[in-house]
């Protein structure tokens, strides 16, 4: 059974860095599609950040060259790093794993299992 875990989230002032954590069980997060969406109050989830095993990293226009994916094989946690947030990065941020057989690994792919939310509040 796949269990995803967040973690990490927080109120910090714009232009601040945050890092959530994920930890991961019951999925081959080194070698399996993981990603990062997000979900502001009254807007429909977004895809932020996704992971292919340990390869190629993409990414969402709005969070490009400020977020960064990453993988902790060892302990089995994806990471995302978030610098110089903004007040729009404020959302319900949820961890995912899993995508269909053939699907390509992406910030909007259709992953098949995710966390509960680790909520990220930026302000002004």
């Known amino acids: 059974q796949v269990h995803l875990l967040e973690s990490g989230g927080g109120q910090v002032q714009a232009g601040s860095p945050l890092r959530l954590s994920c930890a991961v069980s019951?999925?081959?997060?080194?070698?399996?599609?993981m990603g990062w969406s997000r979900q502001a109050q009254g807007k429909e989830r977004e895809g932020v950040a996704a992971?292919?095993?340990?390869?190629?990293?993409s990414y969402a226009d709005a969070v490009k060259g400020r977020f960064t994916i990453s993988k902790d094989t060892t302990n089995n946690i994806l990471i995302l790093q978030m610098d110089s947030l903004e007040p729009d990065d404020t959302a319900m941020y949820y961890c995912?794993?899993?995508?269909?057989?053939?699907?390509?690994?992406?910030?909007?792919?259709?992953?098949?299992?995710w966390g509960q939310g680790s909520q990220v509040t930026v302000s002004s």
């Open positions: 019951g999925y081959p997060s080194s070698s399996g599609c």
């Open positions: 995912s794993a899993e995508i269909p057989r053939g699907d390509a690994c992406s910030p909007s792919a259709h992953f098949g299992y």
């Open positions: 992971i292919d095993g340990d390869g190629p990293a």
